[in-house]
């Protein structure tokens, strides 16, 4: 519930300051390498690819464009909202060698670098694999 407070004692109980007490640390990029985003989109449009590649038809031609597009511009806007934070503030994300070399914080505990690759690459080389499954039934029932 909310409750109406009179102005003159919010004004005396608050602690107003100018500027913050200590900068907050913004991490928008989650510490994984670009590498990780970059196989991500790949992968992605690599399934596209190989429907586009595997059933070739006329109607598809706009659906296709229209997933390529949504997919990059899926992954280009956090790029782009990951760099408007104060450059001081912000953490980097790590780079490859860092990742091998420290692992990664999880919800659940550290995790080594092939660990996170596998977590995050999982679901993208999984819809690769039933691209290229569903190209080979299509063709195989077709042919």
């Not at 659906?63 to 956090?78: K, N, T, Y």
Request: with cysteine.
């Amino acid at each position: 519930m909310s409750k109406n407070l009179p102005r003159d004692l919010v004004a005396g109980q608050a602690n107003v300051r100018d500027h913050a007490v200590t900068p907050t640390i913004v991490d928008r990029s989650f510490e994984l390498p670009k590498e990780f985003y970059m196989a991500t989109v790949g992968l992605y449009l690599g399934f596209l690819a190989v429907m586009a590649i595997g059933v070739p038809s006329g109607g598809l031609i706009l659906p296709m464009v229209l997933f390529a597009v949504s997919i990059i511009a899926g992954f280009a806007l956090p790029v782009v909202w990951s760099r408007l934070a104060p450059e001081e503030t912000q953490k980097k994300p790590k780079s490859w060698g860092a990742l091998k070399l420290h692992g990664i914080m999880t919800h659940t505990g550290r995790v080594t670098a092939k660990d996170a690759a596998v977590q995050v690459l999982i679901l993208p080389v999984l819809v690769f694999c039933w691209g290229i499954v569903a190209v080979t039934i299509v063709g195989s029932v077709a042919g």
